[in-house]
């Protein structure tokens, strides 16, 4: 039987925090969204310039911050990257999009709770 | 509320968003007396406040193995909680032998995470006593 899928938000975790409603849950949610934005690039710079260890030490630093506000699916890739050894690097240019289409499903549960009437 | 009650807690984690959430989960139980970002503010916040717990990040820049270790040689009563974004056993062993009480996974609720460091306060108590 394979592993159950990790949702791309486990909202619990903010929730438990006042999420959405409250300002600073509001904004470490929007500072999540900043940082791993900035760390999925930086990931994709480490393994273009052969970093593996720096890549592998900038997706465990993801996995954390992931796994904090619950972005569940962010996080479980990140912890497959950051333990992944240096002979099956994946390519920098396919982890970018990647990880950017598990953000993007994120940041969109996000803001789809923050702003329910918003239209996409 | 007062704080004068609560035990005090030290945050050591160079991501912004780990700290201010935890924070956030902690607060209402903890008296959070002060936040660093790396090896050198956990040996000084330990020197400066002896917090009765600190939660200390494992990755962070000068390593969580140095800051356990110059918390339990600083003197100062603190139950050291490791965090980590994964329980690899070496890295579990390490934190534990430079004097970590116990080993927590990042993404962890509030109150699961309040319990473990009560928890931990209270063995360290235990020990206290029968030293």
Not at chain 2, 17 to 22: D, E, G, N
Request: charged letters at 20%; hydrophobic letters at 50%; proline letters at 6%.
């Amino acid at each position: 039987m394979s592993a159950p899928v990790p949702p791309d938000l486990d909202s619990s975790l903010l929730e438990d925090i006042g999420w959405p409603e409250a300002p600073a849950a509001r904004h470490i949610a929007a500072l999540y969204r900043e940082q791993a934005r900035e760390s999925v690039e930086a990931i994709a710079a480490a393994l273009a310039a052969g970093e593996a260890g720096r890549a592998h030490r900038l997706a465990h630093g993801l996995a954390g911050s992931s796994a904090t506000v619950g972005a569940a699916a962010m996080a479980a890739r990140c912890r497959e990257l950051a333990h992944g050894g240096g002979a099956d690097l994946p390519a920098p240019a396919d982890i970018r999009d990647e990880l950017t289409r598990i953000l993007a499903r994120t940041e969109a549960a996000m803001l789809g709770r923050e702003n329910p009437g918003a239209t996409p | 509320m007062t704080t004068a009650t609560l035990p005090s807690l030290v945050i050591v984690d160079d991501d912004r968003v780990v700290a201010a959430t935890l924070a956030e989960q902690l607060g209402e139980q903890f008296d959070i007396v002060g936040f660093g970002q790396d090896a050198d503010d956990a040996a000084a916040l330990a020197a400066a406040h002896a917090p009765d717990v600190a939660l200390i990040d494992v990755d962070m820049p000068g390593g969580g193995v140095r800051a356990a270790r110059a918390m339990s040689r600083s003197g100062s009563p603190t139950a050291v909680v490791a965090l980590s974004a994964d329980e690899s056993r070496d890295g579990v062993l390490a934190m534990l032998a430079a004097g970590a009480v116990t080993y927590l996974r990042k993404g962890l609720p509030g109150h699961e995470l309040a319990a473990v460091l009560h928890r931990s306060l209270a063995a360290r108590d235990r020990l206290g006593d029968d030293a």
